[in-house]
Structures are given as structure tokens and as C-alpha cells.
């Protein structure tokens, strides 16, 4: 039998108490145990970019972080971006102006990414967006509207 670990975890401003084994990755502690699905398990490998969350305002794949390393730190997922009162962040919203997804199933992981770009200041041209959104893979190949999603927040949050 596995030990259990208490912690806490931060996550989009709420305190979350869990007890977990130490070898829990922060993707299925935010899908299995907090029912945050938003964040998709995609290749669960760190290949695909689909659980892409921010740590302490850093882009980070869930699937290769253990949930015990976010201990202390800032998580944001999908679900906190959007502003208390349901308004979009520039970015989702930007995402559904440019039609930048299809099936939608990278779009977690997409626009937490392109947060993340654009705050990193990786968002100066088209082909720096592409640069620094490589990580996030799209199997429906959105890629030209999700590069025009980019540019236009980037110009709206600056």
C-alpha cells in the first residue's frame, strides 16, 4: 500500500486540502481528485502541450509536474482565467473571434500557452508566436487561426 500525503494546494485563488500519493501528477490531481477537467490529458507524456497550466505565472505540462511540487506555489488552469463576473480573458476571447480551435480539445492547453507567450513577450511576429507555441499541438491543424488569436490579444493586453 502507497503513503498518502496531505498538502494544499492553490489553485485559480482557492485553497484545496488533498491527500494524495506522493507520486500523483498535478493533471490527475486537478482532473481525478479537484473534477478541474478543463485541463486535458492528452499524450500524458509532455509532448503534446493539451495540460498545459500556469505555476507561479509559468507555463508548465501538468502531466510531467507530481501535484506535491505545486505545493505552496499559484496554480492557474483554464477555469481561472475568465474574470469573477464570467467575462472572458482577452486571449479566450480572442480565440473564439479568430475560430482558433475545431474539435477543441488543445484549447486548454493552447490558450493557457499563448497567456504565458504573450506575457513572456514572445508575441512580436507570427513567426515568434509559432516559435513559442510549438509545445501545443493541434491535430485538427488550427494553427494559422490560433497564430491570428495570438497576435490580436497580444495587441489588445499590451
Not at 491527500?19 to 498535478?26: A, I, K
Request: some cysteine; overall charge negative.
Amino acid at each position: 500500500m502507497a503513503t498518502l500525503r496531505s498538502m494544499e494546494l492553490e489553485i485559480n485563488g482557492r485553497q484545496h486540502a488533498l491527500t494524495l500519493e506522493p507520486r500523483v501528477t498535478l493533471l490527475d490531481a486537478l482532473r481525478e481528485h479537484l473534477g478541474l477537467t478543463g485541463t486535458k490529458k492528452g499524450c500524458d507524456q509532455g509532448q503534446c502541450g493539451a495540460c498545459t497550466v500556469h505555476v507561479d505565472g509559468e507555463r508548465v505540462l501538468a502531466c510531467l509536474t507530481l501535484a506535491v511540487q505545486a505545493e505552496g506555489r499559484k496554480v492557474t488552469t483554464i477555469e481561472g482565467l475568465a474574470q469573477a463576473d464570467g467575462a472572458l480573458h482577452p486571449v479566450q476571447a480572442a480565440f473564439v473571434e479568430e475560430d482558433a480551435f475545431q474539435c477543441g480539445y488543445c484549447t486548454p492547453g493552447q490558450i493557457m500557452s499563448a497567456v504565458a507567450c504573450i506575457r513572456e513577450g514572445h508575441a512580436g511576429s507570427d513567426e515568434e508566436i509559432r516559435e513559442y507555441m510549438a509545445g501545443n499541438l493541434c491535430r485538427c491543424g488550427a494553427y494559422p487561426n490560433i497564430v491570428s488569436a495570438v497576435r490580436k490579444a497580444a495587441k489588445e493586453v499590451a
